[in-house]
């Protein structure tokens, strides 16, 4: 996968001294074709929507409220949970706030982790508005949840 960083390099050069992985950015039609292809089987989305989950989702996402990331004792359960996996992708309805949050704790607390093996870490650019903007309505479920 092929991502922009979503912190600034000032913010990347902090996160590395701090022993905290980077978190990038994957646009809509990047995470689609990625689930479309064998890579799907290594691929952990989250959806760290709360209430606002009602709506539809990515197919396969697991809902996470953004609430669980404030207690690092859960984080670690999820770094531990998702250690096996190549990539952990966070959104939430925009990406804006609770799915970059969410992402940087869990990238925090994977870089502390004494783990053979850590996935990256990516935040779908515009969130679970976005992904229904680009029209990959094929890789989602539970749209008539309104």
């Known amino acids: 996968m092929r991502a ?5 390099s000032a913010m990347t050069r902090a996160c590395a001294s701090r022993n905290v992985r980077p978190v990038s950015s994957i646009e809509a039609e990047e995470l689609a074709a990625h689930l479309r292809s064998d890579a799907r089987e290594s691929t952990v989305i989250v959806d760290v929507r709360d209430t606002d989950f009602k709506g539809g989702n990515i197919r396969g996402a697991l809902n996470i409220p953004s609430e669980h990331f ?3 004792a859960q984080v670690d ?6 250690a096996q996996s190549q990539y952990v992708v966070f959104h ?8 970059p949050f969410c992402a940087t704790k869990f990238a925090s607390r994977l870089g502390a982790a004494q783990l053979p093996q850590k996935p990256q870490v990516f935040v779908l650019e515009r969130g679970f508005s976005g992904w229904l903007s680009s029209g990959n309505l094929d ?3 539970n749209l008539e949840d309104t």
């Open 70 to 72: 404030y207690n690092d």
């Open 139 to 141: 890789l989602c479920e």
């Open 92 to 99: 939430c309805m925009f990406s804006q706030q609770r799915g």
């Open 77 to 82: 359960d999820l770094v531990e949970r998702f």
């Open 4 to 8: 922009s960083p979503v912190c600034a």
